[in-house]
Structures are given as structure tokens and as C-alpha cells.
């Protein structure tokens, strides 16, 4: 980014930063006249006309790109732009600074840029329009006030001076000004680098040297509510946010994932390969043949033939194949590069409620302490569910459905809400605060069993209220961890009666509470997780349980499911270890219980740090912070805002065997791109040698510059089918990781194998083809242009598959049919007068004997090769 462009962002910064200030301390009154709104929201044709003016509440840099900078993208890359370097040499040799003008080796040159960018945006195209479909069904939205009504819209939609409706989970839509807030605390890390969540207000005092982020009642785009309830009033949106305004700067921050690590260092690797064969072959064939000018020409030609142009073009149809392939299977997958992480993985973490479980949780049962069924448990409940207005999970509804069938409806026009103490990760339980018709207030709070024991003082046993005591004690846990046992999800009830009439409640006032009962839930485990956990542990995938349910239910939930529950760990026992400890664990034992969404964090984090590619599948608030910190996280339709917005991959159904189809197809994209990778590296290397050798021996370079530049394309045109090829299962059943040394040691293997053909192929030619005769240079040329197109294309069937092609192994008939179409038509070049075009002689038939027979001991060497390289290394591809 240039200095003025700097300059400018700075200012808009500055100007957008000075304007949200003076919004944050006006008076309410004349925050709704700067904002032209009011108490009661916008109408729906002056939000119309807002949205007109202002345009969709969308950052610039997450707009749909134009066709043309779509266009552009795929011909910037190393390989290209070094295919253009080489085409500018060229104008000035052959165009420029010739005798005779020549474009034919520009042409070719720049019909290989064109061919390679052409395939890969082809394939862009068609992989972004099938994401889009789906995208369309994964939307974000918003609870605004429009005609004093309260309506759920796309936050795109959102305007200026709109009222909207914020809770646990949401994502603030826009930079806001909060007008009610409630224990409403809000995550600003993506833009103040702050791990803590920090509490809002609607009213502040002025500051003159407050920071922007630091002003207590301002909300920002980028950001999301970790706890509470609030309403706020829109001050910006898209562009002109404070996150919109920070988009241009943010852009190229994001850390590398492990594919585009990968692809760096193999791009790097061959390129590398490339620019030492320039200076080589320049200096032998000038020093050897005295022929400068072309021994630079030749030079320029070998690096055009040596440059994996098709690298971006296999890579990008690879990976566009598997997006549209798990599209059809109601996946969306955000970013290419996904797809392969996903063969990658070797560690699946998830949550357990609503990922492994069914999110159809049912009340089964309402009890006292004794554990007998006891309606007035289940009415403090429905009361505590229906009045609480912050996020209602499945656990509310599943109470409120109850408390419906039951026919308890009409107790909700006794009561009316006072106050409220919202739900949050470390309380884990919620309050409201109701009064009745006779003025009397009542607490009633549901949550985790063990919070709530330590908050109450007292319990009601049989119809009495009584200090609690050790016994009393005892005789609460044991009926909580019998029904937990027996796989219930189990919530306590507790409620009091002293409540202040004048007073702001908060979480001070959740104590000496009354103990009434428990609710019990049940959430059996998905119908396909047990056989989608069992498919990934086949395919070399551990599963890890997270979840910040109960040790009882999660042990429960785990055994259905064959997840090894000898020990389970729980948070505090987390906390009490340091990551040494907690890592020696984490290599034994697969389950954790009661965890806060920091401890998910941090052992995803850990398994990282040991070298495993992690996956996290989760849904909820607590799920978010793993779900960033993973390799790839993956959520699903339901899931609240942030999740939906953290992940790389969202699930639109609720089969989770479609993770074994995103392995599978993640390990086949890898493996197709490795093919090639392997086949140019190894091929390019064994050029080279050949090169040098020829250089060296024969009086005339062995290929013309025209040569090398057609064989290149013929070669380009046969591995078309290489995205689609099958890949072996064996490959398919363990995580697939780059690894540049590995390619490094078969290209030093393989590479000198096919020299040493290629050196056959020199001998026939010079010996029993032109026997010597220097003049018979152009057959020379020919023999060798067929037998290089020829053997690059039958090598491909051996390297693609550790077993015996066509015999073990079939590969696709796209692939089948490029290559028979390229061996075919460098067959006619060399064989009739077509070749005459490009300065080749026609060769004889006996040489095409010679060129089958060499072939055929090629891939023979190479399957030799194969298996003892398998012998050795334990691997193929």
C-alpha cells in the first residue's frame, strides 16, 4: 500500500473516529434528530430510502469481486509472471533485436499463460457460483424496530438510526450506540487485541482522552455479545464503521493456513529448479558451441519448458472439484483451500449438545429433591425461560414446549418481568426477577447443578424450607447424579422471595437462595454420529470431546457413541495442570467435560503445537474461540451468529457422514495436486540432466527453442485430467500433509531415471538414426520431441498410483482421453510432415520401435523403482 493511499485511510479514520465520539455523548433526543430517527424505529419507507442512499451494510472487502479483477487473479502467480518475464526476453530476440521477426515462440509463450489462467478462473467461476447458491442459505440476522414493531431481517438490510435488538451469541451488525443494556459484556479482539470481554452501558460521562474502543457505550461492527441483552441504535454501517474503515489496512494480515504454507514451498522449490537450469545450460552450450546468442535463446526456451505453469491450473480445478462436489452434499465451504486442510486433519475436536446430539432436547423430567415429578418445579422453570430475553437455547424452548403441553400457559398473566441477570459461560445459570398482581417480587434462577448448590442456602424438602446442610446436601447430589447417570442433562431450580422493591439487579443478588428441584433433558446422540465417528477414526481421524456439559451426561452421550470414557476430565482439573501435563493427557484420553470456551481454546491450541492438523465441529457462543483458533473449524446452519461467521466450513444438514465425505474428498485433492507436483518436479529435474548431457556431447542443441515451447504444450494439454483422476483408497485412509522434503528426495530419485532414458534415446538417434551426421540435426530434433511428449505422458499412469495402473488401479477416462489425444498427435508431428511446420523432419517407421520399446523399459524402471522406493520410504505419493 503506497503512502498517500496511507495518508488517506488515516484521515477517514480520523474523521469517522471523530464523528462516532461526538454521537457517543449527545443527548439522547438529539442522538435520534442527528440520526433521523426515533424511539419507536424507523419507518419502513425512510429505512427504503436510508438504504438506497447508503447502500447495503456490507465491508468493501468482502464484496463480490468484479469479473475483471476475477479475470486477473489467476495469471498473477510466480509461474506466470515468470512465463511473462521470459515472453518480454523474447521480444527483444526474436522481435526486436532479429534479423527476421519471429512470433511464434511469444505466441506459444503467451498461449500458455492464457491456457493456465483460462482453466483455473473456468474453474473459479464455476466452484464460487455453487458456494454462492448455498451461501444464500446461511444468513445472519438481526431483531430491528421498524414501525414500532420488532422484525428479523439480513443485517445487510440495516441502516442508520434503525433500533435493533442484541443478545448472547449476536454479532454486532454495525457501529452502534447502546440505548439499554443489560450485564451486556462484548468481545472487541478482532479490533483491540483485547482477550477480555468488556461491559457495556448505555450512558457514560465524557472523557476527553478516551480511546474510540475504550467509550463504554459504543458498539462495533466486528465484534459480538459474550453475555447479556442490550438495544442499540445504529450509528454507521459498511464501509463507513470503524471495522470498515480499518478493511483496506486489515487486508494481508491473515495468517498463512497450512495449503498456502504448502504450495509456497513447493512453488518455491521448483521455481528454484527452474532458475538454476538458465544459467547452466546458458554457460555450457555458449563456452562448448560458441554460439551466445543462441545458447540464450535455447536457454530461454529450457526455461519456459522447465516452468509448472499447469501448478495453479491442477491446484485450482483440484480444489474447485472438491467445493462443488461437497456442495452437492449441502456444505458450504468458505475458501478453497479448505478443502484440502480438511484431508489434512488428523484430530477432530467437537462439541458435544447439538454437533454429536440431536438439537431436539426434550424436558423428560421436573422433580423435587427427592426426585418425585413435582409441577411447581417445572412452573419456576417456564417462568425463568419465558421472561428471560437473551439468547433462548434449546434448553428454554424445550421448557416452554413442556410447560405448553402442560397447559401452563395462563400462569404468565399473573406475573410481570421486573429485571433480569442474563446467562453467562462462567456463572453458568440466569435470573429474572417477576412480580405478581399483589406486588410481591420473587428470584428465580435455573443453571449448572454445582453453581447453584453453591449459591443456595437453603432447600425446600418436603414442602418445607430448611437451612441446608451436609445431609440435605448429600441427599440433593445423589438424586442429581442418579438421573445424570442414566444420561439426563440436569438443570437446578431455586428461587427467594426477599427482594428488594427499588433496586438494579445484578449478579451480586444470585445468593442465600432457595434450592426447589431439577429439570432433566434428554439429547440422545445423533442418528449418523456414531457411524460418522467410527468412518473418520477408519481414515486415521481421533475424536476428542469438548463440551461444557456434565461429566454424568457426556459420559453417557460418549458410550452410545464407542468414544473411550475410562477418564474424563473436567475444567477445574484443566486449570489445576500446566500445558506439559495437560498435553501428556491430551495424548491418552479423548473426553472433557465442563469446559469454558477458553480451555477449548487452549487445547486446541496444544494439539497444534504437537504437529496435528485440528479440526473443531461446534455451534454455539462457547464454541467460537476454538472454532478461530482451529486449522479448520466447521459449524452448522443452526448455529448462532459467531460460530456461523468463525467457521470455514458450514454444514446445511445435519448428517454428520458428510464429514467423512469432506475427508475423502480433501485426501483426493491433495493427492491429484501432489501428482502433478511430483511428475513436474521429478521431470523437470531429470531435463535438466538430459540437457546438460546433450549440451555437452552433441554439436547442435539437441531441441530448437520452437520444440521445447510446442512439447510444453502438448505435455500442458494431457495432465487436463489430472483433477479428476481416481485416487487409490489405500491413499485415502490417513491424513495427507505436505511435505516439501519428501518431494525433494523422489525428485532426486525419479529425476535421474528419466535421464537415463533420455540419454538412451540420444544414443539410438545419434548412432542407428542419423548415424552421426550432423546435417540429419532436425530428425535428431524430431525423435527426441516425440520420445519426451511420449514418455512424460505414459510415466504419468505409473507415478499416479503406488499399484499397476489399469491392472490395480484405473484411472479416470478424462485423464485416459487427454493423454490419448496429446500421444496421438505427437505421434502425427513425428511421423508425417506436420512436423515440417516447426522444423522437424519426418521419421522413419523403424524408430517407432524403438520409441515403444523405450518407453515400455521406462515405465518398467519406474515401477521397479516404485516398489523398492516403497520398500524404503514407506510411501509413494
Same mark, same amino acid.
Given at each position: 500500500?503506497?503512502?498517500?493511499?496511507?495518508?488517506?485511510?488515516? #484521515?477517514? =479514520?480520523?474523521?469517522?473516529?471523530?464523528?462516532?465520539?461526538?454521537?457517543?455523548?449527545?443527548?439522547?433526543?438529539?442522538?435520534?434528530?442527528? /440520526?433521523?430517527?426515533?424511539?419507536?424505529?424507523?419507518?419502513?419507507?425512510?429505512?427504503? &430510502?436510508?438504504?438506497?442512499?447508503?447502500?447495503?451494510?456490507?465491508?468493501?472487502?468482502?464484496?463480490?469481486?468484479?469479473?475483471?479483477?476475477?479475470?486477473?487473479?489467476?495469471?498473477?502467480?510466480?509461474?506466470?509472471?515468470?512465463?511473462?518475464?521470459?515472453?518480454?526476453?523474447?521480444?527483444? %530476440?526474436?522481435?526486436?533485436?532479429?534479423?527476421?521477426?519471429?512470433?511464434?515462440?511469444?505466441?506459444?509463450?503467451?498461449?500458455?499463460?492464457?491456457?493456465?489462467?483460462?482453466?483455473a478462473f473456468i474453474q473459479s467461476e464455476r466452484s464460487n457460483n455453487a458456494v454462492e447458491k448455498l451461501l444464500k442459505l446461511v444468513t445472519n440476522t438481526v431483531d430491528v424496530l421498524r414501525d414500532d414493531e420488532w422484525l428479523e431481517l439480513n443485517i445487510e438490510e440495516i441502516v442508520s438510526g434503525d433500533i435493533i435488538k442484541l443478545s448472547a451469541g449476536d454479532m454486532i451488525p454495525a457501529d452502534v450506540r447502546f440505548l439499554t443494556t443489560k450485564d451486556t459484556f462484548v468481545a472487541q479482539a478482532a479490533l483491540t487485541g483485547e482477550s477480555n470481554p468488556v461491559e457495556k452501558y448505555p450512558i457514560v460521562e465524557f472523557k476527553q482522552n478516551y480511546s474510540l474502543t475504550d467509550i463504554e457505550n459504543l458498539g462495533f461492527m466486528g465484534s459480538n455479545i459474550v453475555s447479556g441483552?442490550?438495544?442499540?441504535?445504529?450509528?454507521?454501517?459498511?464501509?463507513?464503521?470503524?471495522?470498515?474503515?480499518?478493511?483496506?489496512?486489515?487486508?494481508?494480515?491473515?495468517?498463512?493456513?497450512?495449503?498456502?504454507?504448502? $504450495?509456497?514451498?513447493?512453488?518455491?522449490?521448483?521455481?528454484?529448479?527452474?532458475?538454476?537450469?538458465?544459467?547452466?545450460?546458458?554457460?555450457?552450450?555458449?563456452?562448448?558451441?560458441?554460439?551466445?546468442?543462441?545458447?540464450?535463446?535455447?536457454?530461454?526456451?529450457?526455461?519456459?519448458?522447465?516452468?509448472?505453469?499447469?501448478?495453479?491450473?491442477?491446484?485450482?480445478?483440484?480444489?474447485?472439484?472438491?467445493?462443488?462436489?461437497?456442495?452437492?452434499?449441502?456444505?458450504?465451504?468458505?475458501?478453497?483451500? *479448505?478443502?484440502?486442510?480438511?484431508?489434512?486433519?488428523?484430530?477432530?475436536?467437537? @462439541?458435544?449438545?447439538?454437533?454429536?446430539?440431536?438439537?431436539?432436547?426434550?424436558?423428560?423430567?421436573?422433580?423435587?429433591?427427592?426426585?418425585?415429578?413435582?409441577?411447581?418445579?417445572?412452573?419456576?422453570?417456564?417462568?425463568?425461560?419465558?421472561?428471560?430475553?437473551?439468547?433462548?437455547?434449546?434448553? @428454554?424452548?424445550?421448557?416452554?414446549?413442556?410447560?405448553?403441553?402442560?397447559?401452563?400457559?395462563?400462569?404468565?398473566?399473573?406475573?410481570?418481568?421486573?429485571?433480569?441477570?442474563?446467562?453467562?459461560?462462567?456463572?453458568?445459570?440466569?435470573?429474572?426477577?417477576?412480580?405478581?398482581?399483589?406486588?410481591?417480587?420473587?428470584?428465580?434462577?435455573?443453571?449448572?447443578?454445582?453453581?447453584?448448590?453453591?449459591?443456595?442456602?437453603?432447600?425446600?424438602?418436603?414442602?418445607?424450607?430448611?437451612?441446608?446442610?451436609?445431609?440435605?446436601?448429600?441427599?440433593?447430589?445423589? %438424586?442429581?447424579?442418579?438421573?445424570?447417570?442414566?444420561?439426563? #442433562?440436569?438443570?437446578?431450580?431455586? !428461587?427467594?422471595?426477599?427482594?428488594?422493591?427499588?433496586?438494579?439487579?445484578?449478579?451480586? @443478588?444470585?445468593?442465600?437462595?432457595?434450592?426447589?428441584?431439577?429439570?432433566?433433558?434428554?439429547?440422545?446422540?445423533? =442418528?449418523?454420529?456414531?457411524?460418522?465417528?467410527?468412518?473418520?477414526?477408519?481414515?486415521?481421524?481421533?475424536?476428542?470431546?469438548?463440551?461444557?456439559?456434565?461429566?454424568?451426561?457426556?459420559?453417557?452421550?460418549?458410550?452410545?457413541?464407542?468414544?473411550?470414557?475410562?477418564?474424563?476430565?473436567?475444567?477445574?482439573? $484443566?486449570?489445576?495442570?500446566?500445558?506439559?501435563?495437560?498435553?501428556?493427557?491430551?495424548?491418552?484420553?479423548?473426553?472433557?467435560?465442563?469446559?469454558?470456551?477458553?480451555?477449548?481454546?487452549?487445547?486446541?491450541? /496444544?494439539?497444534?503445537?504437537?504437529?496435528?492438523?485440528?479440526?473443531?465441529?461446534?455451534?454455539?457462543?462457547?464454541?467460537?474461540?476454538?472454532?478461530? !483458533?482451529?486449522?479448520?473449524?466447521?459449524?452448522? @446452519?443452526?448455529?448462532?451468529?459467531?460460530?456461523?461467521?468463525?467457521?470455514?466450513?458450514?454444514?446445511?444438514?445435519?448428517?454428520?457422514?458428510?464429514?467423512?465425505?469432506?475427508?475423502?474428498?480433501?485426501?483426493?485433492?491433495?493427492?491429484?495436486?501432489?501428482?502433478?507436483?511430483?511428475?513436474?518436479? +521429478?521431470?523437470?529435474?531429470?531435463?535438466?540432466?538430459?540437457?546438460?548431457?546433450?549440451?555437452?556431447? /552433441?554439436?547442435?542443441?539437441?531441441?530448437?527453442?520452437?520444440?521445447?515451447?510446442?512439447?510444453?504444450?502438448?505435455?500442458?494439454?494431457?495432465?487436463?485430467?489430472?483433477?479428476? &483422476?481416481?485416487?487409490?483408497? +489405500?491413499?485415502?485412509?490417513?491424513?495427507?500433509?505436505?511435505?516439501?522434503?519428501?518431494?525433494?528426495?523422489? *525428485?532426486?530419485?525419479?529425476?535421474?531415471?528419466?535421464?537415463?532414458?533420455?540419454?538412451?534415446?540420444?544414443?539410438?538417434?545419434?548412432?542407428?538414426?542419423?548415424?552421426?551426421?550432423?546435417?540429419?540435426?532436425?530428425?535428431?530434433?524430431?525423435?527426441?520431441?516425440?520420445?519426451?511428449?511420449?514418455?512424460?505422458?505414459?510415466?504419468?499412469?505409473?507415478?499416479?498410483?503406488?499399484?499397476?495402473?489399469?491392472?490395480?488401479?484405473?484411472?479416470?477416462?478424462?485423464?485416459?482421453?487427454?493423454?490419448?489425444?496429446?500421444?496421438?498427435?505427437?505421434? /502425427?508431428?513425428?511421423?508425417?510432415?506436420?512436423?515440417?511446420?516447426?522444423?522437424?523432419?519426418?521419421?522413419?517407421?523403424?524408430?517407432?520401435?524403438?520409441?515403444?520399446?523405450?518407453?515400455?523399459?521406462?515405465?518398467?524402471?519406474?515401477?521397479?523403482?516404485?516398489?523398492?522406493?516403497?520398500?524404503?520410504?514407506? *510411501?509413494?505419493?
Amino acid at each position: 500500500m503506497n503512502n498517500e493511499k496511507k495518508v488517506s485511510l488515516k #484521515r477517514v =479514520e480520523h474523521d469517522l473516529e471523530i464523528r462516532l465520539k461526538s454521537l457517543a455523548f449527545l443527548d439522547e433526543e438529539l442522538l435520534f434528530k442527528e /440520526l433521523a430517527s426515533k424511539n419507536n424505529g424507523l419507518t419502513v419507507e425512510e429505512a427504503e &430510502d436510508k438504504l438506497a442512499f447508503e447502500g447495503k451494510n456490507i465491508i468493501e472487502g468482502k464484496r463480490k469481486k468484479s469479473t475483471f479483477k476475477r479475470l486477473i487473479e489467476p495469471i498473477i502467480n510466480p509461474f506466470n509472471l515468470l512465463l511473462i518475464g521470459i515472453a518480454v526476453m523474447t521480444l527483444f %530476440t526474436d522481435v526486436i533485436f532479429a534479423d527476421t521477426p519471429e512470433y511464434i515462440t511469444i505466441i506459444i509463450i503467451l498461449s500458455l499463460v492464457f491456457l493456465s489462467s483460462a482453466i483455473a478462473f473456468i474453474q473459479s467461476e464455476r466452484s464460487n457460483n455453487a458456494v454462492e447458491k448455498l451461501l444464500k442459505l446461511v444468513t445472519n440476522t438481526v431483531d430491528v424496530l421498524r414501525d414500532d414493531e420488532w422484525l428479523e431481517l439480513n443485517i445487510e438490510e440495516i441502516v442508520s438510526g434503525d433500533i435493533i435488538k442484541l443478545s448472547a451469541g449476536d454479532m454486532i451488525p454495525a457501529d452502534v450506540r447502546f440505548l439499554t443494556t443489560k450485564d451486556t459484556f462484548v468481545a472487541q479482539a478482532a479490533l483491540t487485541g483485547e482477550s477480555n470481554p468488556v461491559e457495556k452501558y448505555p450512558i457514560v460521562e465524557f472523557k476527553q482522552n478516551y480511546s474510540l474502543t475504550d467509550i463504554e457505550n459504543l458498539g462495533f461492527m466486528g465484534s459480538n455479545i459474550v453475555s447479556g441483552s442490550a438495544t442499540a441504535i445504529v450509528l454507521a454501517t459498511g464501509n463507513n464503521t470503524f471495522y470498515g474503515s480499518m478493511a483496506e489496512s486489515l487486508r494481508g494480515t491473515r495468517a498463512l493456513k497450512s495449503f498456502e504454507r504448502g $504450495i509456497g514451498s513447493v512453488s518455491k522449490l521448483l521455481i528454484q529448479l527452474t532458475l538454476l537450469m538458465i544459467p547452466l545450460v546458458l554457460i555450457i552450450n555458449g563456452v562448448l558451441k560458441n554460439e551466445w546468442w543462441e545458447a540464450l535463446l535455447f536457454a530461454i526456451s529450457i526455461a519456459v519448458g522447465l516452468t509448472p505453469e499447469m501448478l495453479p491450473v491442477i491446484m485450482t480445478s483440484t480444489l474447485a472439484k472438491g467445493a462443488i462436489t461437497m456442495s452437492k452434499h449441502q456444505v458450504v465451504v468458505k475458501s478453497l483451500g *479448505t478443502i484440502q486442510t480438511f484431508g489434512e486433519m488428523d484430530i477432530l475436536c467437537t @462439541d458435544k449438545t447439538g454437533t454429536l446430539t440431536e438439537d431436539k432436547i426434550v424436558l423428560e423430567k421436573y422433580m423435587n429433591l427427592h426426585g418425585d415429578d413435582d409441577k411447581r418445579v417445572l412452573r419456576h422453570a417456564y417462568l425463568n425461560s419465558y421472561f428471560q430475553t437473551g439468547l433462548k437455547n434449546l434448553i @428454554d424452548i424445550a421448557v416452554i414446549n413442556r410447560a405448553h403441553e402442560d397447559n401452563l400457559d395462563k400462569i404468565l398473566t399473573n406475573y410481570q418481568k421486573v429485571d433480569e441477570i442474563p446467562f453467562d459461560f462462567t456463572r453458568r445459570r440466569m435470573s429474572v426477577v417477576l412480580q405478581d398482581k399483589t406486588g410481591k417480587r420473587q428470584l428465580i434462577t435455573k443453571g449448572a447443578v454445582e453453581e447453584m448448590m453453591e449459591i443456595s442456602a437453603f432447600i425446600e424438602i418436603d414442602g418445607k424450607v430448611e437451612v441446608m446442610n451436609e445431609s440435605l446436601k448429600e441427599l440433593a447430589l445423589k %438424586t442429581y447424579q442418579k438421573h445424570n447417570q442414566e444420561g439426563l #442433562r440436569i438443570l437446578a431450580v431455586a !428461587q427467594k422471595n426477599e427482594v428488594p422493591d427499588e433496586h438494579t439487579f445484578g449478579v451480586a @443478588d444470585e445468593s442465600d437462595l432457595v434450592l426447589i428441584g431439577f429439570i432433566g433433558f434428554l439429547d440422545p446422540p445423533k =442418528e449418523s454420529a456414531k457411524d460418522a465417528l467410527f468412518q473418520l477414526k477408519e481414515h486415521g481421524i481421533r475424536t476428542i470431546v469438548l463440551t461444557g456439559d456434565s461429566e454424568g451426561v457426556t459420559r453417557k452421550v460418549c458410550q452410545k457413541l464407542n468414544i473411550d470414557t475410562t477418564k474424563i476430565f473436567v475444567g477445574f482439573e $484443566i486449570d489445576n495442570m500446566n500445558d506439559e501435563e495437560l498435553v501428556v493427557n491430551l495424548r491418552k484420553h479423548d473426553v472433557y467435560a465442563k469446559l469454558t470456551p477458553a480451555q477449548k481454546e487452549r487445547i486446541v491450541k /496444544l494439539l497444534q503445537q504437537e504437529g496435528h492438523t485440528v479440526g473443531y465441529l461446534g455451534d454455539g457462543i462457547n464454541d467460537a474461540p476454538a472454532l478461530h !483458533q482451529a486449522d479448520i473449524g466447521i459449524s452448522v @446452519d443452526s448455529a448462532v451468529d459467531i460460530a456461523k461467521e468463525t467457521a470455514d466450513i458450514v454444514l446445511l444438514e445435519k448428517d454428520l457422514l458428510v464429514l467423512e465425505e469432506g475427508v475423502i474428498e480433501g485426501r483426493k485433492t491433495f493427492g491429484n495436486i501432489i501428482k502433478y507436483i511430483k511428475m513436474a518436479a +521429478s521431470g523437470n529435474f531429470g531435463n535438466m540432466i538430459a540437457v546438460i548431457v546433450a549440451s555437452i556431447f /552433441l554439436p547442435f542443441l539437441p531441441m530448437l527453442p520452437i520444440h521445447i515451447l510446442t512439447q510444453n504444450l502438448l505435455n500442458d494439454f494431457s495432465q487436463l485430467g489430472m483433477p479428476f &483422476d481416481k485416487v487409490d483408497s +489405500s491413499y485415502l485412509k490417513k491424513p495427507r500433509k505436505w511435505d516439501t522434503k519428501g518431494i525433494r528426495t523422489f *525428485t532426486f530419485i525419479m529425476g535421474p531415471l528419466s535421464s537415463i532414458f533420455d540419454i538412451l534415446t540420444f544414443l539410438v538417434l545419434w548412432y542407428l538414426i542419423i548415424k552421426g551426421d550432423v546435417n540429419q540435426a532436425p530428425l535428431f530434433h524430431a525423435g527426441w520431441f516425440v520420445f519426451g511428449t511420449v514418455s512424460q505422458i505414459v510415466v504419468i499412469y505409473a507415478i499416479r498410483t503406488e499399484k499397476i495402473s489399469f491392472l490395480q488401479s484405473l484411472p479416470a477416462k478424462l485423464l485416459i482421453v487427454s493423454t490419448v489425444l496429446i500421444t496421438t498427435l505427437a505421434l /502425427l508431428i513425428g511421423f508425417t510432415t506436420i512436423g515440417s511446420y516447426i522444423s522437424l523432419a519426418q521419421l522413419p517407421l523403424v524408430y517407432l520401435a524403438w520409441l515403444f520399446g523405450l518407453a515400455l523399459l521406462y515405465v518398467v524402471s519406474v515401477e521397479i523403482v516404485k516398489k523398492l522406493y516403497i520398500k524404503r520410504y514407506n *510411501t509413494w505419493m
